[in-house]
Nanobody, 123 residues
Framework: QVQLVESGGGLVQAGASLRLSCAAS????????MGWIRQAPGKEREFVAA????????YYADSVKGRFTIARDNAKNTVYLQMNSLKPEDTAVYYC????????????????WGQGTQVTVSS
């Protein structure tokens, strides 16, 4: 079992930056792929970014590539999402995601979810 708690969301203007954090508890954090998934109002959940258990591989949705960076610190059981050059269309609830299979995070089929943190970008 893995428990996930996000932090770092907020209200910012377009062009600003935010860093989301996700603290994980439970056993064997460093055996799980981690990621971020978001859901905008009236839309389905969509994959944002994922990182392999070792941190050696990262994947991004085309909509955030070049602006967002995912990283993890296995010593702190924490995964981060650095979001730069934010746009109004990035407004969503951002969920931390975990699964032993990174592909399941990309497919938004992961086993573990955080409670979500709101990110609002004003124009």
């Amino acid at each position: 079992q893995v428990q996930l708690v996000e932090s770092g969301g907020g209200l910012v203007q377009a062009g600003a930056s935010l860093r989301l954090s996700c603290a994980a508890s439970g056993r064997a954090f460093n055996t799980y792929a981690m990621g971020w998934i978001r859901q905008a109002p009236g839309k389905e959940r969509e994959f944002v970014a994922a990182i392999a258990w070792s941190g050696s591989s990262t994947y991004y949705a085309d909509s955030v590539k070049g602006r967002f960076t995912i990283a993890r610190d296995n010593a702190k059981n924490t995964v981060y999402l650095q979001m730069n050059s934010l746009k109004p269309e990035d407004t969503a609830v951002y969920y931390c995601a975990a699964d032993r299979n990174l592909g399941r995070i990309v497919g938004v089929m992961n086993d573990y979810w955080g409670q979500g943190t709101q990110v609002t970008v004003s124009s």
